[in-house]
T-cell receptor, first 117, second 113 residues
Framework: GAVVSQHPSRVICKSGTSVKIECRSL??????MFWYRQFPKQSLMLMAT?????????EQGVEKDKFLINHASLTLSTLTVTSAHPEDSSFYIC?????????????FGPGTRLTVL | AQSVTQLDSQVPVFEEAPVELRCNYS??????LFWYVQYPNQGLQLLLK??????LVKGINGFEAEFNKSQTSFHLRKPSVHISDTAEYFC???????????FGAGTRLFVKA
């Protein structure tokens, strides 16, 4: 099946620094990628929809200046958490939609655990 | 708008027993339905999906689900569970032709020896 990778898998940073998370579709092209946030023992919360070559669409309540999304190519989207604070600590998961598929199936990355000290 | 309700937050079951994880949805348009499994500190893995056609869908790891349009349900079943099935299970819907996927709150399946 289709594979989506995320890097890094785990990151610890100091408060006030910025962290970049990469999401790559390894064997397919993804015009649309999604970024989710998951708190412990909770479901996935959609943060934003990333479209290749255009601005991301953010969900209500998500600060676009804090969570910068760039989808520069058909296989790569990045999420940058700017000026991170402890409350940004979470599990971030990306997913990608295969542009060649009509089934609207999303393929999920393995997630990135962010811990802000 | 769509919504997904997973009726059980936790389901404890003994090994080799059958299990059913319940999922109900609401939508004013046709939807695609999915079940995902998440193991600790990992992303989501697709178990199965219903797009159209036969209402009984078979997935990986011996799981199956049945789409019931009249009851707007998509319950997940397995006739005999293993310890390794212990995980979080998410039901999800995507409106046909749409982009956003709506996830249920998740059901924690705990298989006991």
């Amino acid at each position: 099946g289709a594979v989506v990778s995320q890097h890094p898998s785990r990151v610890i940073c100091k408060s006030g620094t910025s962290v970049k998370i990469e999401c790559r579709s390894l064997d397919f092209q993804a015009t649309t990628m999604f970024w989710y946030r998951q708190f412990p023992k909770q479901s996935l919360m959609l943060m934003a929809t990333s479209n290749e070559g255009s601005k991301a669409t953010y969900e209500q309540g998500v600060e676009k200046d804090k969570f910068l999304i760039n989808h520069a190519s058909l296989t790569l989207s990045t999420l940058t958490v700017t000026s991170a604070h402890p409350e940004d600590s979470s599990f971030y998961i990306c997913s990608a939609r295969d542009r060649a598929s009509y089934t609207d199936t999303q393929y999920f990355g393995p997630g990135t655990r962010l811990t802000v000290l | 708008a769509q919504s997904v309700t997973q009726l059980d937050s936790q389901v404890p079951v003994f090994e080799e027993a059958p299990v059913e994880l319940r999922c109900n949805y609401s939508s004013s348009v046709s939807v695609y339905l999915f079940w995902y499994v998440q193991y600790p500190n990992q992303g989501l893995q697709l178990l199965l999906k219903y797009l159209s056609g036969s209402t009984l869908v078979k997935g990986i790891n011996g799981f199956e689900a049945e789409f019931n349009k009249s009851q707007t349900s998509f319950h997940l079943r397995k006739p005999s569970v293993h310890i390794s099935d212990t995980a979080e299970y998410f039901c999800a819907v995507t409106p046909g032709g749409g982009f956003k996927t709506i996830f249920g709150a998740g059901t924690r399946l705990f298989v006991k020896a």
